[in-house]
């Protein structure tokens, strides 16, 4: 008995995930256009919903709105931790659509790996633009990275909509190849929402280092071995390490004050490992409206990042000896 065909929508299902997480609204524009412009005449699914004028109307005006909010960093990174929340239920709802007609066990896991797809793709992609913005080396052309983006997008949806398993086989290759940068990426990126946040509720208190009674457990639990740390002065704050030696390319953790050298100490997978800062020699202290910067002296220019409700300027200065 030969296994039943699997129906192309569901094929279709992980690369539309992938590619309205990278560009939702140019991967919707596509969609409502191909069948009003007779490039498709029917959509898989009930997709063709989205060939309504209004639909695509509000969409071309969203997508010219990511456009310019992109080219300025500070409104790019207020519209990217908006969309950690819009990204996933958009993808969830595409997924509802794609796979209409489909049998309810097919459909609502579709829709909940296709919300988890959407999440990853937006979380990498904009993760990837967060580590170029918070580096100190010179950013690369936007305009550039939204050609390239829009065409790789473009390719997925025309793909997905022709051959779906060639779509399906091209977006597992593509996410394989990418795993070992996913990781700081994302990481990255929940960092970038983290300063969004800082940035909205430092009116509501000044900046300052945190007591070890406000530590996560996992910190407090990497300082019960060090002799330094039941001395007086022990405090810390959440920060994330870019380029740190023996730490992935973005890390996020807390810098710990002990009396001595500075620490910072982050998780990897299941495991608590620490940095000790003293091997390092800050050069400079840099300010920008979403962070702080401590740039550490070093191989590759290692960097540390503080949100703007933790130590200010000055403070940092102090703790790491800048001259």
């Avoid at 992109?70 to 929340?85: C, G, K, T, Y």
């Avoid at 819009?86 to 969830?92: D, F, H, K, N, T």
């Avoid at 900046?207 to 405090?235: H, N, Q, T």
């Avoid at 997978?269 to 800062?277: I, M, T």
Wanted: glycine share 10%.
């Amino acid at each position: 008995m030969s296994p039943l065909p699997i129906p192309p929508e569901v094929l279709a299902l992980v690369p539309l995930a992938l590619a309205s997480g990278v560009d939702l609204y140019l991967t919707l524009l596509f969609l409502g256009a191909a069948p009003a412009l007779h490039w498709w005449d029917a959509l898989p699914g009930a997709l063709g919903y989205l060939k309504s004028p209004g639909v695509l109307v509000m969409v071309g005006a969203f997508y010219l709105l990511e456009l310019l909010a992109e080219l300025v960093p500070s409104a790019a990174l207020f519209w990217n931790a908006s969309h950690a929340i819009i990204r996933p239920v958009a993808g969830a709802l595409l997924a509802l659509l794609l796979l209409d007609g489909q049998p309810l066990p097919v459909v609502i896991p579709g829709a909940l790996l296709a919300a988890a797809l959407a999440s990853a793709a937006h979380a990498t992609r904009t993760g990837g633009g967060v580590l170029f913005w918070l580096d100190s080396r010179r950013v690369p052309n936007r305009f550039l990275v939204a050609l390239l983006e829009d065409a790789a997008v473009l390719g997925t949806v025309v793909l997905l909509l022709d051959f779906p398993g060639v779509a399906l086989t091209a977006a597992l290759a593509v996410s394989l190849a990418s795993g070992r940068v996913v990781g700081s990426q994302v990481r990255a990126f929940a960092f970038a929402v983290e300063l969004v946040w800082a940035k909205v509720w430092l009116t509501l208190g000044q900046p300052r280092w945190s007591d070890p009674e406000d530590f996560p457990w996992w910190v407090r639990g990497a300082l019960k071995g060090d002799i330094m740390a039941p001395g007086g002065g022990l405090r810390g704050t959440p920060a994330g390490g870019h380029r740190l030696p023996g730490a992935p390319r973005f890390a996020v953790g807390w810098v710990v004050v002990r009396g001595d050298t500075p620490l910072f100490v982050f998780r990897r997978r299941a495991h608590v490992s620490r940095v000790d800062l003293g091997t390092l020699a800050a050069v400079g202290v840099a300010e920008s409206a979403f962070f702080r910067r401590v740039e550490m002296g070093g191989p590759g220019s290692p960097n540390l990042y503080f949100r703007l409700d933790g130590p200010g300027r000055e403070s940092l200065r102090a703790e790491f000896l800048v001259a």
